[in-house]
């Protein structure tokens, strides 16, 4: 009995043996089958997500693309239209440079012919700027920006780079009036570079001309004569450019003046030696 139940002992011993070596090698054999699976199914659901999910995050991604590159659009607008300002406020800047510059040039064109006017008999006291104009039927005259301040007095000779402008009247410290030689108030002794006639001229009364006064020894002009300052009175110096003649009758003659009054902008108060 002892041995049989040892001999059937043994034998259960082998078939649980048995039994657990062959669940053993199934298991080894399902891992090495998973292990092989699992590697295939992976890259099946990576080549998956790439055709599949990549398109979903496109379309997904699209508005928020989209979003961007129109904030992008208009952050490039904001630049753009705050340099187009710079730039704008460069040009203005530039353009009063530029208006600068040419009213720099214009005076200094101006002030040469000024100086060109001049002759060595002539001492001029200051070059000034036209402030005021005054043209109507009773007085036509200037103020100018120079007074006292600058040695300007009354009863100094005004010209410009064409001629004879007129004579001051009032000066106060820092301004100064002038009567032009077109105001029938004024007188200038003129004389001819023809044939040396002498005589005084007063303004037409429409400004536009120069009427004779008095002509010496009754010695008229011809018509084209130019017309100088004659130096017999003590105000205006000698030579100075004054008018053309164009017109001449028996016991006048007309003159027209060679300084535009209606477009002076500096003018010169001169000494004579």
Known sequence: ????SRIRSITNKKIFSNFILSILFILTFLLILFNKTDHYLVNKIKHISIDVVTPITKFVSAPITVTANIGAQLNNLRFLRAENNKLKEEIIRLKKWQTLAIKNTRENKVFKKLLNSTSNNIEIVKTASVLTHSSNIYARSITINAGTNFGVTSDMAVINNKGLVGKTVISSSKNSKIILINDQNSSVPVKSLSDRSYAIVKGSLDGKYLISAFIKNDAMPKIGDLLVTSGSAKIFPRDIL???VIM???????????????????VQIINSH
């Not at 009995?1 to 049989?4: E, G, Q």
């Not at 009758?249 to 009054?261: K, R, S």
Request: hydrophobic share 50%; glycine share 0%; no cysteine.
């Open 242 to 244: 004054v008018a053309k």
């Open 248 to 266: 001449v009758n028996q016991d006048h003659f007309i003159a027209l003046p060679y300084v535009d009054f209606d477009n002076l902008d500096y």
């Open 1 to 4: 009995m002892f041995i049989r």
